[in-house]
């Protein structure tokens, strides 16, 4: 179960993978579409409508607000009866539903897999008086005696979800990427390129990158390869460096073409400013996919990260988050350092890949 579109979401479909591969028949409810890997049939969660979800959001209760823009668009007439060996419901936007109707669907174990940090997760207005607000009672959700284990992504966040919410300490799960055979492109001196890919999050630190790139060296070209609406890309659109023309937006790809498209880039800058808890403890889906791409990794002082930057010598850390810091770090590199990171990526990938993550995947499941 997962209130994402499936075939973008490459947690979740880490998880469909490595349960067909171990004799599973997994069926997948989410907002669609159908994913290939997944065997079993597909429940669609249907959506209101944009100008409704923001009346939702705006002005009902969180209960009413729950039922009128998810809850009356779940498949429940389509699941009633069904039973399952396993159940595993991913993030927090399902739980008000799950917790009533998994007892009657479940004949083992049931898993939620709470991924990040939702709590004071932002620093918007909207975020603060609608978002924060809604998420924070969907948590409390989350010690129902329904669910019988918990995974997230990463050592910290497992820690603050056993210690702030009183529930069995999550198995960790990181979010590794498939093993790619590829070797790291060749480094050109007067074009060095730089990359960050993923959700069109400024509060995860676009904002600098983009501020940064005004303050590099002509050598240097930032590329954003993010997905988001309108409003998450227009101030991406209107700041100066896009006009300046010292970094560009270009289109995503798929979450399996990823890795060997990030291949063509030499840097991949994972620069989360501690604006709230999910940035600081964040170990992210693109820093394993960078090391599959064979990119060198640029990251500040974030904590999950660090070790496995250091301990395999395949990036560098920042010390400070202005973007002045940023720029002055990524100026001081050559070409020749450039292309050491990206061999220590080489070095690390098969390690940090879903070789040995798939296995521990399955033992914290009990299976």
Not at 30 to 56: N, W
Not at 208 to 233: C, I
Request: charged share 25%; hydrophobic share 45%.
């Amino acid at each position: 179960m997962c209130y994402s579109t499936v075939r973008s979401d490459a947690r979740v479909t880490k998880q469909i993978r490595w349960l067909e591969a171990a004799g599973f028949r997994v069926d997948v409810l989410s907002r669609g579409p159908e994913h290939p890997d997944a065997t079993g049939r597909g429940f669609t969660i249907g959506e209101p409508t944009r100008r409704l979800h923001l009346i939702f959001n705006a002005l009902l209760p969180w209960p009413l607000r729950f039922r009128a823009g998810v809850g009356r668009y779940l498949p429940t007439d389509e699941l009633r009866g069904q039973k399952y060996d396993l159940i595993l419901v991913n993030d927090l936007h399902l739980l008000p539903w799950a917790v009533t109707a998994i007892p009657d669907m479940a004949n083992g174990p049931v898993v939620l897999d709470l991924h990040e940090v939702y709590s004071n997760n932002g620093t918007g207005i909207v975020q603060k008086l609608l978002i924060s607000p809604y998420d924070g009672w969907l948590l409390t959700f989350i010690d129902s005696p329904v669910f019988t284990k918990y995974q997230t992504v990463a050592e910290g966040i497992a820690d603050l979800y056993r210690d702030q919410y009183g529930i069995e300490r999550p198995a960790v799960i990181r979010n590794v990427a498939p093993y790619e055979e590829l070797e790291p492109s060749p480094v050109d001196p007067e074009n060095i390129l730089l990359v960050h890919h993923g959700y069109a999050s400024v509060e995860r630190g676009i904002d600098l990158m983009l501020d940064a790139s005004l303050l590099l060296e002509p050598r240097f070209h930032l590329v954003l390869m993010v997905l988001g609406d309108d409003r998450m890309l227009a101030p991406l659109r209107a700041h100066p460096a896009i006009a300046a023309g010292r970094a560009e937006l270009r289109e995503p790809v798929g979450v399996t073409e990823v890795a060997r498209a990030l291949n063509a880039y030499d840097l991949e800058l994972i620069f989360f400013p501690p604006r709230f808890e999910n940035n600081t403890f964040a170990l992210p889906n693109k820093f394993f996919e960078s090391v599959q791409g064979r990119l060198g990794v640029v990251i500040g002082d974030s904590p999950e990260i660090i070790g496995f930057v250091r301990d395999h010598k395949l990036g560098i850390v920042i010390d400070g988050w202005k973007p002045s810091d940023l720029a002055a770090a990524l100026n001081a590199l050559s070409a020749d350092d450039i292309a050491t990171l990206k061999q220590g990526s080489a070095r690390a990938a098969r390690e940090l890949s879903t070789e040995g993550e798939g296995p521990r995947f399955m033992a914290a499941l009990g299976l």
